[in-house]
């Protein structure tokens, strides 16, 4: 794969490193009461534009597709929102008496608290031929469940000393987040007839042919053309955390020392690369019943977070906190992290549910009959 080729793939991670650098330049454009003004394109028009891209691009059917599959749902979802964000605290209890930096310790918590992405452990299930079906409906339900489980999680572990009330924090989640992706939903699958009901109702004075015209355009914009609803979502990502770190490099009461932030770096790898062991252990058990193709996509889903969903959220419960920033810094490294990490183990992941599913193959098949 060539530099370009290689650039061009990881532009996400590159444009994070970039609007970063950019915010230290320059943190009075994207400041609270800057030019930009945050407070209202960012709390409010950003994070709707967000989930409601999320609700357009997620199908409906694929949280449907693997319902049946209880059991792994429920070791995911476990997992994912109970066990990873306990015992990341009490993890956080020794640490506490070590010279890290105290707020990115809170941001490790608020790792914890986050749920599963929509989009990598899908890609890196589907890259290694697990359990496809199983990785869409996690990251989708999982999404569903942490616009609800996060804060509460989040307010739970991390107290309430917000300066947003509790119910002014879930109003605005829901204004923000869950109404923008319930209209992105059902635009998706109602959007091409409202627009033909308001053709028909207008133009059936002028011409069945310009009704006719109009109907196929949208079609053929729907099905064929296909909007870039991941690469939108990203960059109005960026935005956010564009002036999240305004706020952070204009503040100068923020130090962010060297020391912690390196620790921060190697206690996430070593969280991640342990977590992955330990689903992957407890997936492969005699008595667990989940075939290697499941085990692939436990293993993504039970371990990666969200940093789509995450960042929006830590925006409106942490908002009006001057450490809002480096609460953010844990997430931000682990979602490189993870897709870094998951992208080198495809290979060996990949190798093992093979070589596993030749295995199950030969002792299933039924031993041939002994010649007397």
């Known amino acids: 794969m060539g530099l370009l080729e290689r650039l061009r793939k990881e532009w996400f991670i590159l444009g994070i490193v970039l609007v970063i650098a950019v915010a230290r330049l320059e943190p009075a454009v994207g400041v609270k009461g800057g030019p930009l003004k945050p407070e209202i394109t960012i709390t409010y028009i950003a994070v709707s534009a ?19 599959h209880v059991k792994l749902h429920l070791f995911v979802q476990i997992f994912t929102l109970v066990f990873f964000p306990t015992a990341i605290w009490l993890f956080l209890q020794l640490l506490s008496i070590t010279p890290i930096n105290e707020w990115l310790l809170k941001g490790l918590q608020t790792v914890g608290c986050m749920p599963p992405p929509v989009s990598s452990a899908v890609i890196l299930t589907k890259a290694v031929g697990g359990n496809e079906a199983a990785a869409i409906f ?11 489980i996060t804060p509460l999680l989040l307010l739970l572990f991390l107290g309430s000393s917000s300066s947003v009330p509790f ?45 006719k015209i109009v109907r196929r355009y949208i079609k053929d914009w729907l099905e064929r053309k296909k909007p870039p609803f991941g690469a939108i979502s990203s960059c109005v990502l960026l935005m956010i955390i564009y002036t999240t770190f305004c706020d952070t490099f204009a503040n100068p009461n923020i130090d962010l020392d060297k020391f912690s932030l390196i620790i921060i770096v190697f206690i996430i790898f070593s969280i991640q690369m342990s977590f992955m062991f330990l689903t992957f252990l407890f997936s492969t058990r005699n008595n667990s019943s989940f075939t290697p193709a499941d085990t692939v996509a436990i293993v993504f889903c039970s371990t990666h977070k969200s940093l789509t969903l995450g960042i929006p959220m830590l925006k409106i419960v942490f908002a009006g906190y001057e450490h809002l920033s480096l609460i953010s810094v844990p997430l931000l490294i682990y979602h490189p992290a993870q897709i870094l990490l998951g992208s080198l183990l495809v290979p060996t992941i990949k190798s093992w549910m093979v ?5 199950l193959k030969l002792t299933r098949q039924p031993k041939a009959p002994v010649k007397v």
């Open 50 to 68: 967000i989930f409601f891209n999320s609700g357009l691009s997620l199908k409906t059917e694929e949280l449907t597709s693997a319902l049946m």
């Open 167 to 211: 119910t002014s924090i879930f109003s605005q989640l829901f204004m923000t987040v869950v109404v923008p992706l319930i209209i992105g939903q059902h635009s998706s699958r109602q959007v091409e007839g409202v627009w033909l009901y308001f053709t028909d109702k207008f133009l059936w004075v002028c011409s069945v042919t310009v009704t």
């Open 355 to 359: 070589s596993r599913q030749k295995a």
């Open 138 to 148: 996690n990251s989708a339900f999982g999404s569903f469940l942490g616009i609800v």
